[in-house]
């Protein structure tokens, strides 16, 4: 049935009829236009509507800031302006295409399922803020099909509406301040870097039609196929990005990635992703905006107030008994966008310290990181639009912030609890030790395997029962076995003391274990004991043999990895076949190896000298026979440790003859060779049999003592893993504080060099002291009056040299600090000069007194002027007492002449008579 319609104002005859509406069960999706402008934006409205094309196929909603005994013709007015039939809100109306809704006065408008519903204001003599409540609600109902228009106005209503509308990939549009009659709420919005559309109020309607014409899947109510997606070109688009702004976005999840990209097409009006890759190739500073557009974030002070209803009255309560002794909590809060959600958490804080009255001292460190460095920036600065007051409420207001000319300041005490730095959650390494972790609303942007990696991550980095905040739309997954859900219906979990999962690294290794020097020799060779030289080799060597042998000979390491030869060793050693190999065992010749081996080994493990006679060692086409001595070192200290092998022709055992013919004669020779080879064999197998009882014994020994070892490097382990997280993550801390302290820095010396030339400019002599009398700052112009010098800051001012004739001056400094009544005197100086005092009380950002400011102000000339006037006055009165005398003495002759001019007549009288 269609809705009866009771504010319809606009003629019979011309009014369109309106169509019957369609099945609410399946409503055809359709942009929703929301337009917001002061009262004053009428005529901004009417220029918009009346350049709307006919059937555009968009709804509009009209929302102005209106007296609430305000009764309109906004209806009216409106009418004459476009061929859409206009109809002001009743509760419950539904919005139809090519249709014009406007806000009647005294109500605030929310929209649920296409239909708008009439709210009455929550506070209806403050600070309200209509725009906004309905941008939000647009964007919850209508996501991607939410448009938003800032039109004429004052004020910043809007802009946090314009940010939940972005946040859902709508579009955001903006007349340009140039055009409009009221630029504050235009140029808030783009200052906030909100606008997509920049333009005249008249061209805005052809852009918003334009722009949805070339959004194709982005008005769908179904996510893209990942499957139609173009994921060579998305690919190139991440390259680019992650080759401009250094950031991977790879992990994102395509579709949202997608959207974002179809977004920036419509606006560009391109019809392919592979023509937005040239065009961001032809373009670098789209590039920029693309990046600012995948961190749109949408945050605000105290969002999903059950969350920090809960962290003020269960969570933080239980955190600070747990620490009943005091000392301080540290909490992290990633993503953290302008800053928004940290100072919630420190304003809950201090709520939850004053609800529980705690004796101890706690304090709160918060962590604030963010990809983004221009959101860091706002969120340092803590600079918040009026429009915040809907959010945080009139007491918190007068409690956490201080109102200026910017609008509301986070006051020092809370700011003072959080350090912002921008950080790569992903890639750089986390903060460590933490009671409280608030990753809120971040999780969703993210590919489930990157959640799957972050939510150990945020198990390693809080301490037992650390608490994990997580957005309403977020959950834990599958790491149930990490985190128990707190009761209630809010997302904060609480950290089960289970073991991370297999696989899990908290940081990429930077440092490579340091070799000992038994790992250096096992692998030990020529270039590995290049230290000692072969200078030093060979003389120490060479005198050594000449000392004891004559023969050739090698050293060795105790691995037989041979450093220096001496002499012809050919005969005994040949390279082996393959890789080169320099070890001794490797070139030994056939039949010397065995010997070599054992007597090495024996040498080496008993720290004896060894010698095998009449070894048996092969040759090309023949046998020697070599006498075999191994000796190890321990002199000179460069040769400790070394072996020295010498090798030594020796004759052939001797041959008794016997009678019987040749026959038995090289018979005998066999057997005695067979008993010589037999007797060998026994003692190689004598000597083995020792070695291996001694080395049964030894690897007895050393497994022992290798398991009390691999227990103490468990532990020595485990402690090195902790001290290297806990300086990685002090190395992290201080990084960031650094950055703070940099940008504090930068900001006094912009702020101290922006007031000396503002005070120097002015010409007028200025001491500012502190509350015990002691010179703070001065000006040039003091030094004029006041002995003043750079070194002489921190001396009291009853101390110094003053060319003023100003005994009282402590006394009445002190007189203003306690009255807190500024004074001002006209006082003397040397050389007939003259100067006007004012005294002030010096007040802090924090409304603290803390110390005056005095200003000297010359009035030398004034004052030679009041008395060159009071001289000339002096004169001009003389020279009137004389004129006065003279006039008197005229006028007693005047009266004796008619005195006696009327005796004359009288007697002349008589004569006559």
């Known amino acids: 049935m269609p809705r009866k319609n009771t504010h319809r104002s606009a ?15 399946e409503p055809t999706p359709f942009p929703i236009v929301g337009i917001g402008a002061s009262a004053g934006g009428l005529e901004a409205i009417e220029q918009f509507l009346g350049h709307v094309p006919p059937a555009s196929g968009l709804g509009f909603v009209v929302v102005q800031h209106l007296d609430p005994n305000y009764k309109g013709v906004l209806v009216e007015l409106l009418q004459h302006s476009t061929t859409m039939p206009v109809i002001q809100i009743e509760d419950g109306i539904r919005v139809e295409p090519d249709h014009v809704y406007v806000i009647p006065p005294h109500f605030d408008i929310s929209l649920l399922h296409g239909q708008l519903y009439l709210l009455e204001p929550a506070a209806p003599h403050g600070l309200r803020l209509p725009i906004d409540y309905f941008f939000r609600s647009l964007a919850d109902d209508q996501q991607e099909r939410s448009i938003g228009v800032i039109l004429s106005g004052m004020g910043s209503d809007g802009t946090l509406g314009l940010r939940a509308i972005k946040e859902k990939a709508g579009g955001a549009f903006v007349q340009a301040p140039a055009s409009a009659k009221f630029d504050g709420m235009p140029s808030n919005a783009i200052g906030a870097g909100l606008a997509d559309v920049v333009a005249a109020a008249e061209e805005l309607p052809a852009r918003i039609v334009s722009y949805i014409q070339h959004t194709r899947g982005l008005l769908s109510q179904l996510a893209p196929d990942p499957a139609e997606i173009d994921t060579s070109a998305l690919d190139k688009v991440v390259l680019l990005l992650r080759a401009h702004t250094g ?28 023509d937005y890759v040239r065009f961001l190739r ?9 990046f600012k557009e995948l961190l749109i974030g ?24 747990a620490q009943a002794g005091g000392g301080p909590l540290r909490a992290w809060v990633p993503a953290c966008s302008t800053g928004e959600e940290a100072y919630s958490l420190a304003i809950t804080f201090c709520e939850a310290l004053q609800q529980i009255q705690a004796t101890a001292h706690h304090s709160l460190q918060i962590f604030a990181t963010d990809l983004d460095p221009d959101a860091i920036d706002k969120a340092r600065a803590g600079i918040y639009p009026a429009n915040i007051a809907a959010d945080v409420g009139d007491e918190r207001l007068r409690r956490f912030f201080v109102q200026d000319d910017f609008g509301f300041r986070v006051s020092n005490a809370i700011r003072e609890m959080v350090v912002f730095a921008p950080q790569n959650l992903i890639m750089d390494p986390p903060f460590t030790k933490l009671d ?66 297999k696989g899990f690294s908290a940081f990429p290794s930077a440092f490579s274990r340091p070799r000992t020097r038994t790992d250096a020799a096992s692998s030990a060779s020529p270039a590995t004991l290049s230290a000692l030289s072969a200078t030093n080799l060979q003389a120490l060597t060479e005198s050594l043999l000449l000392q004891h042998y004559c023969p050739a000979a ?70 020697q026979f070599v006498d075999l001595t191994v000796t190890p070192l321990d002199k000179p200290a460069a040769l400790q440790d070394m072996v020295l092998i010498v090798f030594a022709s020796a004759p052939p055992p001797a041959v008794a003859h016997e009678s019987g013919g040749p026959q038995s004669h090289s018979h005998h020779v066999r057997l005695t060779a067979l008993v010589d080879e037999l007797q060998q064999c026994r003692e190689e197998l004598q000597i083995t049999r020792e070695e291996m009882q001694t080395s049964e014994e030894e690897l007895k020994s050393a497994n022992e003592e290798l398991q009390s070892t691999n227990e103490e490097l468990q532990s020595a382990n485990e402690e090195l893993t902790t001290s290297r997280e806990e300086m990685q993550s002090m190395n992290e801390e201080l990084h960031t504080v650094n950055q703070e302290l940099q940008a504090k820095v930068d900001e006094l010396s912009l702020a101290s060099d922006d007031m000396k030339n503002l005070l120097n400019s002015t010409s007028i002599a200025t001491l ?25 800051v921190g001396r009291p001012i009853t101390d110094l040299v003053m060319e003023l004739q100003y005994p009282a001056l402590a006394e009445d400094v002190c007189e203003v600090m306690r009255t807190l009544v500024f004074l001002e005197r006209e006082v003397p100086a040397r050389n007939d000069r003259w100067f006007r005092v004012r005294i002030m009380p010096y007040r802090t950002q924090d409304n603290r007194i803390d110390g005056a400011v005095i200003t000297f102000v010359d009035i030398s000339l004034a004052k030679a002027q009041e008395a060159t006037l009071r001289d000339t006055l002096a004169a001009l009165q003389g020279r009137f007492v004389e004129q006065s005398k003279e006039l008197d003495q005229s006028r007693k002759l005047e009266s004796i002449l008619k005195k006696a001019q009327s005796i004359l007549e009288e007697r002349l009288s008589k004569l006559n008579a």
């Open 11 to 25: 003629p019979p005859s011309s009014a369109p009829i309106l169509r019957e509406p369609p099945d609410p069960e």
């Open 247 to 274: 950031q991977d976005f790879s992990l994102y999840k395509k579709s949202t990635l997608y959207r974002r990209i179809e977004r920036r097409m419509g606006l560009h009006q391109l019809p392919k992703i592979t």
């Open 282 to 290: 032809e373009n670098p500073q789209e590039t920029g905006l693309l």
């Open 298 to 321: 949408v945050t605000r002070f105290f969002r999903d107030p059950d969350v920090w209803e809960q962290l003020k009255a269960e969570v933080i309560p239980a955190l600070l008994a």
């Open 436 to 501: 409280l972790l608030s990753c809120r609303n971040l999780l969703i942007y993210l590919e489930a395997d990157l959640q799957k990696k972050l939510l150990p991550l945020f198990h390693y980095s809080l301490n037992p029962s650390g608490i994990l905040v997580l957005g309403s739309s977020e959950t834990i997954g599958e790491a149930t076995t990490l985190f128990a859900p707190l009761p209630g219906k809010t997302r904060i979990y609480q950290r089960r003391l289970t073991a991370l999962p």
């Open 554 to 623: 090698v050293l060795t390491d105790d691995k037989g990895n041979i450093a220096y030869i001496s002499g012809k060793t050919g005969k005994y050693l040949e390279p082996a076949p393959g890789k080169a190999n320099l070890n001794v065992f490797a070139m030994a010749r056939e039949g010397l190896s065995d010997s070599l081996n054992a007597a090495f080994a024996k040498a080496v493990r008993q720290k004896i000298l060894v010698t095998i006679k009449g070894i048996a060692v092969g040759t090309e086409g023949g046998t």
């Open 768 to 792: 500012f002291l502190d509350d015990e009398l002691r010179v703070r700052r001065f000006t040039t112009e003091t030094s004029r009056i006041i002995k003043l010098i750079p070194g002489d």
